[in-house]
């Protein structure tokens, strides 16, 4: 993902799983040109460029509240690994629950699920149900 322009406090990128994608330059994850926007409570990991690990993000944006690692480990995704497909849903034990402490008026997930379930909203694009 390439952020080129945004407006803070108009554009958002929030709450998202950002796993898995190959690109051709960069950073495999978001490369980010405007240095006042932050995007929080997101997701970013084992992100690749043409098949080699690189950094998750690049550019001078701020991810406040959010996962950013090379791997997945500890993010307990329910199916992550081949044969797709794939789905990046959140397990019980992932670390990812209960992490979003950065405010967002986001109170849904992907699913339509209501954030938070537990003592916080968790970060990504899913919210755990008990």
């Known amino acids: 993902m ?16 950002i796993v898995d994608n190959t690109a051709l330059v960069t950073s495999g ?13 997101n997701i ?4 690749e460029v043409m098949g080699v690990p690189m950094p998750q993000v690049f550019g001078p944006c701020s991810y406040p509240s959010s996962m950013i690692q090379d791997d997945i480990s500890g993010l307990a995704f329910i199916e992550p690994e081949a044969p797709a497909p794939y ?17 967002s008026l986001i109170d849904i997930d992907f ?3 209501m954030r938070p379930q537990g003592s916080n909203k968790d970060v990504g694009a ?5």
Do not use: H, Q
């Open 111 to 113: 699913e339509g699920d």
């Open 44 to 47: 970013i990991a084992r992100n």
């Open 2 to 17: 390439i952020l080129s322009f945004a407006t803070p406090g108009t554009n958002r990128l929030e709450f998202n799983t």
């Open 29 to 41: 994850g978001v490369i980010c040109n405007v240095g006042t926007f932050n995007g929080p409570n």
């Open 87 to 103: 789905d990046y849903k959140l397990a019980p034990g992932s670390s990812a629950v209960d992490k979003a402490v950065t405010s």
């Open 126 to 130: 899913d919210e755990l149900m008990p």
